[in-house]
């Protein structure tokens, strides 16, 4: 009989504004309890422990307050729990409590273009993920591109470090007219960009390249950009705040899936020019909803699309605002796009990512 798995998970990346990274940790949190011969399953955020994940998912979470006596009992379980489980990174980084576990290293953007991170992030990384990646037994990672970086940038041997692709979350309904309409906005009569606004997103060149096109074109389908405000984002606030002044750009903060859902499906184009991803959640999702797809000649975009969707390089403004123009037109490429977007994003499933991890920790408990 084969024993039952105990894991501690780390839900430092769960918040109300989940990034790709929070989806994967809401993902695990949700799967690993029923996958067959987990046991039990706890998750803790800094120094505090979890019943209930979801609760950091609504605005305002603050830790149970607890007196002396139950803080002393709660102490006294996780330590027999830490002592008997795999301990779970899923953002970078163990906790200092764990001696060995298994880490996500989603990507090596702050080691490859620290010039795009703010200073603190790069302190907080210099400070703990060489520690965390001396005590870490096994890493996973988000794609072979990744996998190939890890090992070759960090000296890893490569049976240490596993690669294992991410999931589709946002469910492939229809439009919501309404919700569209709320927002300004026609079924097909926009492109669609989702994307934390930060430099390696390279949203600069999409804005840039949209302002070449043909104004008739620009007005008739606008430019809809979606996503947190990020960092490091003057020059691309008055490049965004030119475009909605000309009429040609609407600029959405992070919004609920329900819209999410719908500005995929209702979106003539989806475009996402990033120079550097992990895996990069978005492009899916918007292939997922069959829109046709542009990404950036990132190595990860282009392992992960998988033929199905039109590469740019971005920092090529002329070529960029060209491709855009043929693939807003081309309503033969786009039902040819939208076919082969579908299947790829029919091969990322979240119960692989989840069955797959879960193996890893049975790898890791065989150590």
């Avoid at 009989?1 to 990034?19: E, F, I, N, Q, Y």
């Avoid at 002044?245 to 329900?258: I, K, N």
């Avoid at 999410?260 to 909803?289: C, D, K, N, Q, T």
Wanted: hydrophobic fraction near 45%.
């Amino acid at each position: 009989m084969v024993d039952r798995l105990k894991v501690a998970l780390s839900v430092d990346a769960l918040g109300p504004r989940l990034t790709g990274i929070g989806r994967y940790c809401l993902e695990l949190a949700r799967g690993v309890p029923a996958v067959p011969g987990v046991g039990e399953v706890r998750y803790f955020r800094g120094p505090h422990w979890l019943d209930d994940p979801e609760a950091l998912l609504v605005e305002g979470w603050v830790p149970a307050r607890r007196g002396r006596v139950g803080r002393w009992l709660d102490q006294r379980r996780n330590q027999c729990h830490m002592q008997t489980s795999i301990v779970h990174g899923p953002n970078f980084f163990l906790p200092e409590w764990a001696e060995q576990g298994v880490i996500t290293v989603h990507d090596l953007s702050v080691m490859l273009y620290p010039e795009t991170h703010p200073v603190e992030r790069i302190r907080d990384f210099e400070r703990r993920f060489q520690s965390s990646l001396d005590r870490a037994s096994i890493i996973i990672t988000d794609s072979e591109a990744v996998r190939g970086e890890i090992i070759a940038m960090l000296g890893l041997p490569e049976d240490k470090v596993k690669a294992i692709p991410l999931g589709v979350s946002v469910a492939a309904a229809p439009a919501d007219p309404q919700l569209l309409q709320q927002s300004g906005l026609a079924y097909g009569g926009y492109c669609l960009c989702v994307s934390t606004f930060e430099p390696r997103k390279r949203i600069d060149a999409l804005v840039k390249a949209y302002a070449l096109l043909d104004p008739a074109l620009r007005r008739a389908v606008p430019l809809v950009l979606a996503g947190a405000s990020g960092w490091r984002n003057d020059e691309l606030n008055a490049l965004i705040e030119a475009g909605v002044g000309e009429g040609w750009v609407r600029r959405l903060d992070f919004v609920s899936d329900d819209l999410l859902g719908s500005l995929y499906a209702g979106a003539r184009l989806f475009v996402y020019p990033s120079r550097y991803e992990g895996f990069g959640l978005p492009p899916i999702e918007a292939m997922h909803h069959g829109v046709p797809t542009i990404v950036g000649n990132a190595a990860t975009l282009i392992e992960v699309t998988k033929g199905a969707a039109r590469i740019v390089e971005a920092d090529d403004i002329e070529a960029f605002a060209a491709l855009l123009a043929h693939s807003l037109e081309d309503r033969q490429w786009q039902a040819m796009a939208a076919t082969a977007g579908r299947a790829v994003a029919d091969s990322y499933r979240w119960a692989d990512c989840v069955a797959a991890t879960v193996a890893v920790y049975r790898q890791e408990e065989r150590r």
